[in-house]
């Protein structure tokens, strides 16, 4: 790498890297507003409550994940630049494009998880009655979220496939993309619900964020 790509490369991992941080915030925003295993597997009503009365943590985890996304698209943008100068212009440019378009599932996912949830908490706290209409932008939030990590894990097989060839920026994160992300689209395939967590499409920019910082 050249001194300038060395210094993007850096960069691009600092922001990547950012995630972990967001992660933990997102870990304590949980712990403390009670968003564990036992909210998810919740009755509808019963989780609408839980978000009327932790209505200040179910904002902070939902900024969270905005976040998330403007870290992941910045870094991975910049990774992607970074692999075409490597000489996989064409991998950079169709994994990207899967990101993309997986960047936009997790845009809807995180409008239709986070919007219409807040405003069913305050319905139901006026009326006593969960609106109808949530139950199915429920079943939309759960597709988007399967597309989400879907998209990003089939961006993942090819920019790993990317960085083994062009050694940009490590073999082994290569290697971890691409083991990770085709494992997340096999799991998903396979067993939908085991593998249906949004947070399991960060788990290759951390890696990528950590190979770019430190190569």
């Known amino acids: 790498m050249t001194r300038l790509a060395t210094a993007d490369a850096r960069l691009a991992g600092i922001i990547l890297l950012f995630l972990v941080l967001l992660l933990l915030a997102e870990g304590i925003f949980s712990a403390r507003g009670g968003y564990n295993g036992a909210f998810w597997a919740a009755e509808r009503d019963r989780k609408i409550e839980h978000i009327a009365e932790n209505t200040r943590q179910w904002t902070w985890i939902g900024i969270a994940w905005v976040l998330y996304l403007a870290a992941m698209t910045t870094g991975l943008s910049a990774f992607s630049v970074l692999l075409a100068q490597a000489g996989e212009p064409v991998l950079a440019a169709v994994a990207l494009g899967l990101f993309l378009l997986g960047a936009f599932s997790c845009l809807v996912f995180i409008i239709l998880q986070f919007g219409p949830s807040g405003l069913a908490a305050r319905v139901q706290g006026e009326t006593g009655v969960t609106p109808g209409?949530?139950?199915?932008?429920?079943i939309a939030v759960s597709w988007a979220e399967v597309s989400y990590i879907m998209l990003t894990s089939l961006a993942y097989v090819v920019w790993g496939v990317g960085a083994v060839i062009s050694g940009v920026p490590t073999i082994w994160a290569?290697?971890?993309?691409?083991?990770?992300?085709?494992?997340?689209?096999?799991?998903?395939?396979?067993?939908?619900?085991?593998?249906?967590?949004?947070?399991l499409a960060l788990v290759v920019p951390i890696v990528l964020g950590v190979a770019l910082l430190i190569n």
């Open 133 to 138: 209409w949530l139950e199915p932008l429920w």
């Open 174 to 199: 290569g290697w971890t993309s691409m083991v990770v992300g085709g494992v997340s689209v096999i799991g998903l395939i396979i067993a939908r619900s085991r593998f249906e967590f949004p947070q």
